[in-house]
């Protein structure tokens, strides 16, 4: 089947069209097209993510990234008369986006419906005004093509979007997924598809947001994660200094990052004091790599615990910072003295995209989960 995706959890308005087949048994997947329209250059000078402007930006973009997305996947079907008395239910659906409803008024009616079988959404995590934009966009496209619309759980699509490397990775259960990106840390045991049990998550920031806030306290722009890791890779050992690990040793799989972050900030502040209130170039490289270093170590032995403890087939680790190198590198070492497969999402794949919704809403029809035609946003979504 061929499944449009939208994501506009966060900074990214992102859709996909991903053609699915293979059922629960053996699925594989085709990513046909994958638009990314990212906001991060809008929402630095505020060093994260500002709610209202993201929202602005989602209804600007979606329809531009939606032709594109249709375009490139060449799934144009048939041009078929528009119902006119779907109107009305669109100036609803679309009451709170004006500016996208005129576009969609405008567009929509004279484009073919596109050879898809369905629509799939991030419903939650993220953030609401945000969110909100993406589902009635796709409620609004679900009613006018006709399609069925499936609500994902965000989180959910970044541990399945390993799914979508080239090398078509097949996923044995028991599997263990690392879950590292900017609203979330979490380490879940997956007995089978969609039987997920949280094991442990951080008790303050998520490893994302640490990032972000180490890269503030350096100077460097959001999103902070791959400036923190550039700056690292030019570390020479000709200066040191020694950032906590914290929580290593807590004897349980829960994180914390906000001592980190702290942590940073007075080793900053007392190299600056010591050079005349001032950062030295050399220093900021010390601090980067040591404070991607100690979130590192962190993440990667309390995984390896998790692995020597639950012995899964399969490890995952999917979000935003799985796209750091210093990371996969010591996933990569560690996993090796074990007996599972390691399942690193593509680079592409890591950060917010919509072909990971895509492939969540395709395994959740395949596990025959319910999806209600209405639902709300849900900010704070759970993984259970
Ligand atoms: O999954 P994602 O795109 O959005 C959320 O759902 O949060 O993750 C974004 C987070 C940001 O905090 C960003 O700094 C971090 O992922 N990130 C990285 C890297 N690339 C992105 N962190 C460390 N190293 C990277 N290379
Ligand atoms: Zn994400």
């Given at each position: 089947?061929?499944?449009?995706?939208i994501e506009?959890?966060?900074?990214?308005?992102?859709?996909?069209?991903?053609q699915?087949s293979?059922g629960?048994?053996?699925?594989a997947?085709q990513?046909?097209?994958q638009?990314?329209?990212s906001q991060?250059?809008l929402?630095?000078?505020?060093g994260?993510?500002v709610?209202?402007?993201a929202?602005?930006e989602?209804?600007?973009?979606?329809l531009?990234?939606?032709?594109?997305a249709?375009?490139q996947?060449?799934?144009?079907?048939?041009?078929?008369?528009f119902?006119?008395?779907?109107?009305n239910?669109?100036?609803?659906i679309l009451?709170?986006?004006p500016?996208?409803l005129e576009?969609f008024?405008?567009?929509?009616?004279?484009?073919?419906v596109?050879k898809?079988?369905?629509?799939a959404?991030?419903r939650?995590?993220?953030l609401e005004p945000?969110?909100?934009?993406?589902?009635?966009?796709a409620r609004?496209?679900?009613l006018?093509w006709?399609?069925?619309?499936?609500?994902v759980?965000?989180?959910?699509?970044?541990?399945?979007?390993?799914?979508?490397?080239p090398?078509?990775?097949?996923?044995t259960f028991?599997?263990l997924?690392l879950?590292?990106?900017?609203g979330?840390?979490?380490?879940?045991?997956?007995?089978?598809?969609f039987?997920?049990k949280?094991?442990?998550?951080?008790?303050?920031d998520?490893?994302?947001?640490?990032f972000?806030?180490?890269a503030?306290v350096?100077?460097l722009?959001y999103?902070g994660g791959?400036e923190?890791?550039k700056?690292?890779?030019e570390?020479?050992?000709l200066?040191?200094?020694?950032?906590?690990r914290?929580?290593?040793?807590s004897g349980?799989?829960?994180?914390?990052?906000?001592?980190?972050?702290?942590?940073i900030l007075?080793?900053?502040q007392?190299?600056?004091?010591?050079?005349?209130?001032k950062?030295r170039?050399?220093?900021?490289v010390t601090?980067?790599?040591?404070f991607?270093?100690a979130?590192?170590?962190?993440?990667?032995k309390k995984l390896?615990?998790?692995?020597?403890?639950?012995?899964?087939?399969t490890?995952?680790?999917?979000g935003g910072?799985a796209?750091?190198q210093?990371?996969?590198r010591?996933?990569?070492l560690m996993?090796?003295s074990s007996a599972s497969?390691?399942?690193?999402?593509?680079?592409q794949?890591?950060?917010?995209?919509?072909?990971?919704?895509a492939?969540?809403?395709?395994?959740?029809?395949q596990?025959?989960?319910?999806?209600?035609?209405k639902?709300n946003?849900a900010g704070?979504?759970i993984l259970s």
């Amino acid at each position: 089947m061929i499944i449009l995706g939208i994501e506009t959890s966060c900074d990214e308005t992102a859709i996909s069209v991903v053609q699915a087949s293979g059922g629960l048994k053996k699925p594989a997947f085709q990513v046909l097209a994958q638009v990314v329209s990212s906001q991060a250059k809008l929402h630095a000078p505020f060093g994260g993510v500002v709610p209202m402007l993201a929202k602005r930006e989602h209804g600007k973009n979606l329809l531009p990234l939606l032709k594109e997305a249709i375009k490139q996947s060449k799934v144009t079907g048939k041009s078929k008369k528009f119902n006119e008395s779907y109107k009305n239910k669109l100036k609803k659906i679309l009451e709170r986006e004006p500016e996208l409803l005129e576009q969609f008024l405008q567009f929509i009616p004279l484009l073919p419906v596109p050879k898809i079988d369905c629509v799939a959404v991030t419903r939650g995590p993220g953030l609401e005004p945000a969110l909100w934009v993406g589902i009635n966009f796709a409620r609004a496209l679900a009613l006018v093509w006709e399609k069925p619309l499936v609500p994902v759980n965000h989180m959910i699509g970044h541990i399945y979007s390993v799914l979508a490397s080239p090398t078509k990775p097949t996923l044995t259960f028991p599997a263990l997924a690392l879950l590292v990106s900017g609203g979330h840390t979490e380490l879940v045991l997956i007995k089978n598809w969609f039987e997920h049990k949280v094991i442990g998550r951080t008790l303050d920031d998520a490893v994302g947001e640490a990032f972000d806030k180490a890269a503030r306290v350096l100077g460097l722009p959001y999103p902070g994660g791959p400036e923190i890791s550039k700056l690292a890779k030019e570390w020479q050992g000709l200066t040191f200094c020694r950032l906590p690990r914290p929580m290593l040793h807590s004897g349980d799989f829960n994180f914390s990052f906000s001592g980190l972050k702290t942590a940073i900030l007075y080793s900053a502040q007392k190299l600056a004091e010591a050079n005349g209130g001032k950062l030295r170039a050399e220093d900021k490289v010390t601090l980067a790599y040591e404070f991607e270093q100690a979130a590192v170590e962190v993440l990667v032995k309390k995984l390896a615990k998790a692995v020597a403890k639950f012995e899964p087939r399969t490890v995952i680790i999917a979000g935003g910072v799985a796209a750091n190198q210093e990371l996969r590198r010591q996933a990569e070492l560690m996993i090796t003295s074990s007996a599972s497969k390691l399942l690193i999402s593509d680079l592409q794949l890591s950060t917010d995209n919509a072909t990971m919704i895509a492939i969540a809403s395709y395994l959740q029809i395949q596990k025959k989960v319910k999806s209600p035609q209405k639902f709300n946003a849900a900010g704070n979504l759970i993984l259970s």
